[in-house]
C-alpha cells in the first residue's frame, strides 16, 4: 500500500471545500468543448496519464554563483528528497519517478529502492556529474572530463558513467542523461576537432556497456561553464552524437540551454521527425539558462512545444519522449515551485491535445497563416484548470495544489527535524 506523508483527511478537506465549483466548471467547460467536437472525459484521461520527473536537486533550495539563500526544513539527504518528491507526487499525482544524480544522490541502491516504493515512486533517467570534482577522485575536471586531452581523465569518467548505469540497474532506471560541461574559456584553448574526438570516443564506450532496454540521452547546452566553447553546444551537435552512436541514443532538450529567441518548437520537430527526440528538461528562462519555473515567463512557448509532441505522436503512436523538470528554486519553496510546474507542463499538454488538427491543416495546405494560427491560439486561450483539477481530485490528488499543500503544514512540519543548513558563500549547486 502506498504511504501518505500528507495526511489524506487533509486532502479531503480541502477538496470538499473546492469540489462544487469545480464539478460546475467541469461541466461548464465540457459544454464548450463539446462544441468544438472535443470529449472533455477523453482529454482527461490522456492527461491523467501523464508524468513528469522530479530531479532529486529539485526539492532543495538553489542558487545563483553569489549566493545561496537556504529555506528551511531543506532536505538533508536523499532520503529526505524522497520524502519531498512524494508530497509532490501525492498532491499533483503528476509526479510519478524521481530522477536522482549521481554522486549527490548516492547511496545503497536497495535502500533508494525501497525508500521510493513506500510511496509507489520509480526512477526514471541517472544523471552522471563529470562537470565538478567528487571528493577524493584521482583526476580533475577542471578542463574537461569525457573530452578531456588526457586520456586516464577521460577513462576516469567514462568508469563514472558506467557506475550510474551499474546503480540504476538496480533501481530500475532505464536512461543515463549525460551532460558535461566541457569546453573552453579562450580560443585556440582547445582543438575544436580533436576534443570531439575525444568526446565520442568516450561516448562509444559507456554506448558498448548500455543493457538493451535501456537509453542513453545527451544534453546541449550552449554555454557555461565553458564561456567560449561548448563541446555539446546545440541541437545540431546533438543530433550527430546520437546518430554516431547508434539506436539507444537520443538528444534531451533543455528549455533553458539555448540562446533567447531560438525557435525551440522547430528544433523539437526536427528531432521528432527524425527519431532522435529523448526527452526534455523543463524550466523557463527569460536571459540564459535561468532555470525558472517551467511556464512562469513564457507559456505560449511551452504550449508550442508540446502542438508539436502532440503531432507527434499524432504520427507514430510509439512516440514517448521522458519529461523531466529541471529547475532552480532561489527565492520559493521548491515543493511548490516543483508542484506548480508539474501542472503547467501539464496543462501545457492538454491546452495542445485541444488543438483543431484537421482545421490546422487545412488551413496549412490552403495557405491561410491567420486560420492556421487562430487554431493554435483557440486551443492555447482555453482554460483547462478544470482538466487537471479533477484528474487530480480523481487521482486522489489536490484540487488546489498551494492551498492544500500549505494547509497540510509540511514545511513547518520538517522544519522542527531538520536543521538549518548554513548559507554557504558560494551559490552554485
Ligand atoms: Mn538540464
Not at 549527490?104 to 544523471?127: E, H, I, V
Not at 519555473?293 to 509532441?309: H, K, M, Q, T, W
Not at 487521482?395 to 499543500?405: E, K, S
Request: net charge negative; proline share 3%; charged share 25%.
Amino acid at each position: 500500500m502506498t504511504e501518505h506523508i500528507i495526511d489524506p483527511s487533509v486532502v479531503d478537506s480541502e477538496n470538499e471545500r473546492h469540489i462544487a465549483d469545480l464539478n460546475a466548471d467541469y461541466d461548464t467547460l465540457g459544454e464548450r468543448l463539446d462544441r468544438r467536437g472535443i470529449s472533455i472525459d477523453a482529454v482527461k484521461t490522456i492527461v491523467a496519464d501523464f508524468s513528469v520527473a522530479v530531479p532529486s536537486w529539485g526539492v532543495g533550495t538553489g542558487g545563483t554563483r553569489f549566493a545561496r539563500f537556504p529555506g528551511k526544513g531543506e532536505p538533508r539527504d536523499i532520503f529526505d528528497k524522497i520524502e519531498d518528491c512524494a508530497v509532490i507526487a501525492q498532491l499533483t499525482q503528476a509526479t510519478k519517478t524521481v530522477s536522482l544524480h549521481i554522486p549527490w544522490d548516492k547511496a545503497d541502491p536497495n535502500r533508494l529502492k525501497q525508500a521510493a516504493s513506500r510511496f509507489n515512486l520509480g526512477f526514471d533517467a541517472m544523471n552522471s556529474n563529470t562537470f565538478a570534482d567528487a571528493k577524493g577522485q584521482l583526476q580533475s575536471y577542471k578542463f574537461g572530463s569525457l573530452s578531456h586531452a588526457d586520456a586516464a581523465t577521460r577513462q576516469q569518467a567514462i568508469e563514472h558513467n558506467l557506475e550510474c548505469i551499474e546503480i540504476g540497474k538496480t533501481l530500475g532506471s532505464k536512461a543515463l542523461t549525460v551532460w558535461i560541461g566541457d569546453g573552453s574559456n579562450f580560443p585556440g584553448q582547445v582543438n575544436f576537432t580533436r576534443q570531439f574526438e575525444h568526446y565520442l570516443d568516450s561516448m562509444k564506450a559507456i554506448y558498448a556497456e548500455l543493457p538493451h532496454d535501456w537509453r542513453i540521452y545527451t544534453e546541449h547546452k550552449m554555454y557555461e561553464p565553458a564561456f567560449y566553447s561548448t563541446v555539446v553546444q546545440d541541437w545540431g551537435t546533438n543530433y550527430l552524437i546520437a546518430k554516431e552512436l547508434g539506436d539507444k541514443a537520443y538528444c534531451l532538450v533543455d528549455l533553458g540551454h539555448h540562446a533567447p529567441n531560438v525557435n525551440i518548437e522547430m528544433i523539437v520537430a526536427r528531432l521528432a521527425q527524425f527519431g532522435k527526440l529523448g526527452g526534455f528538461h523543463f524550466n523557463d528562462s527569460k536571459y540564459g539558462d535561468d532555470d525558472l519555473d517551467a511556464g512562469s515567463i513564457d507559456p505560449y512557448r511551452l504550449f508550442l512545444v508540446f502542438n508539436e509532441l502532440v503531432d507527434a505522436e499524432g504520427r507514430d503512436k510509439d512516440f514517448h519522449p521522458a519529461h523531466m523538470l529541471d529547475q532552480s528554486h532561489n527565492v520559493t519553496d521548491p515543493i511548490e515551485s516543483l508542484m506548480l510546474s508539474a501542472a503547467d507542463v501539464q496543462r501545457a499538454y492538454a491546452q495542445a491535445l485541444l488543438v483543431d488538427r484537421h482545421a490546422l491543416k487545412a488551413a496549412q495546405e490552403g495557405n491561410d497563416a491567420l486560420a492556421a494560427t487562430q487554431a493554435l491560439r483557440l486551443a492555447y486561450r482555453t482554460d483547462v484548470e478544470p482538466i487537471l483539477a479533477m484528474a487530480r481530485y480523481e487521482a486522489g490528488g489536490a484540487i488546489d495544489l498551494l492551498g492544500t499543500y500549505r494547509a497540510a503544514g509540511y514545511r513547518q512540519k520538517v522544519a522542527e527535524i531538520r536543521p538549518e543548513v548554513a548559507a554557504g558563500s558560494s551559490g552554485i549547486v
